[in-house]
């Protein structure tokens, strides 16, 4: 069985390609905003589904195998860890990528911009609310960018210096050589698959805020709502 399962290795690439779409499409902004939030749309389904896979996908991919406490690191950084899966070091970075990312993600559809582009979740809060979380949402872009680059020079370290390919797994699948039914056992199936799909095209579906009554301004002309 692989070390990381298929829909881990989607999530992680689909992701790393529609963090830096919506990084550039922000920097960019103008007519480039509504990709800006369609991608940041995908974003949060995809944080949402990693959160259900967390909890039901294959062993590595679970929460409980790689977030561990102060004592497990410093086991790690003395040399006497030898799991699979992300360190218990690494998993810090991994922790607070998706955090972060998630909160970005989130406060994007609560943000406008000086022109004409709003999150779709703008009317719920007002205009006053959404200039404050518009700023956080700026400076979280900064941290998402600190923390990508923290992560992409982790790697290369780890390639470079300690003559570990952490890549080749990300891409292939990587071998862990456990025995292929007992691993099926430990989840990741059909049903968690398609449990994790649901749960994020809903948390999409409800962030869209096709659900919310327009008021009579909004329908008059939903981009200048000031
Ligand atoms: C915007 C860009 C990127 C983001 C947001 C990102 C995010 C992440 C996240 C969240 C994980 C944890 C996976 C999990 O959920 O368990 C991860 C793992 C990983 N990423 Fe990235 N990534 C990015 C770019 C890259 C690039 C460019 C590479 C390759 C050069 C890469 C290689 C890896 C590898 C090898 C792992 C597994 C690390 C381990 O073995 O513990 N990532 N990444
Ligand atoms: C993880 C996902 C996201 C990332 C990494 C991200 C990143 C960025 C970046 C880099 C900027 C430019 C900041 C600046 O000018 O200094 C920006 C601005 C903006 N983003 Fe996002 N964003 C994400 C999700 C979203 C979503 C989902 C929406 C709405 C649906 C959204 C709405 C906006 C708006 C309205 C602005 C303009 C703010 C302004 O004019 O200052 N973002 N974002």
């Known amino acids: 069985m ?7 290795r989607l999530f992680h690439w689909l992701l790393a390609l529609a963090v830096t779409g919506a990084v550039v499409t922000g920097w960019l902004g103008g007519n480039l905003m509504v990709w800006h939030g369609r991608l940041g749309a995908l974003i949060l389904g995809l944080i949402a589904f990693r959160l259900v896979w967390g909890v039901l996908g294959t062993p590595t991919a679970r929460f409980h195998h790689f977030v561990r406490g102060p004592a497990a690191i410093r086991a790690y950084l003395a040399g006497r860890w030898h799991g699979i899966g992300h360190n218990p070091l690494g998993a810090l970075s991994v922790v607070a990528m998706l955090l972060v990312i998630g909160l970005q993600a989130l406060s994007g559809h609560f ?3 000086d022109i004409a582009f709003n999150g779709p979740l703008v009317s719920l809060i007002g205009n006053a609310a959404s200039d404050r979380i518009t700023r956080l949402h700026r400076l979280g872009a900064d941290l998402v960018l600190i923390l990508v680059a923290l992560h992409v020079t982790a790697i290369a370290y780890y390639r470079r210096v300690r003559k570990q390919d952490l890549i080749g797994p990300m891409l292939t ?3 862990q050589g456990i025995d292929p039914a007992a691993d ?5 199936g059909i049903v968690a698959l ?3 799909l649901a749960v994020a095209s ?7 805020g096709g659900w919310i009554t327009p008021s009579a301004d909004a329908v008059a002309d939903p981009a200048f709502d000031w």
Request: no cysteine; proline share 7%.
């Open 202 to 208: 809903i948390t999409v579906w409800a962030f869209q």
């Open 173 to 175: 699948g990587g071998r």
């Open 111 to 113: 943000a406008r911009d």
């Open 2 to 8: 692989p070390i990381w399962d298929l829909p881990l």
């Open 184 to 188: 099926r056992r430990r989840g990741g």
């Open 194 to 196: 398609v449990f994790a």
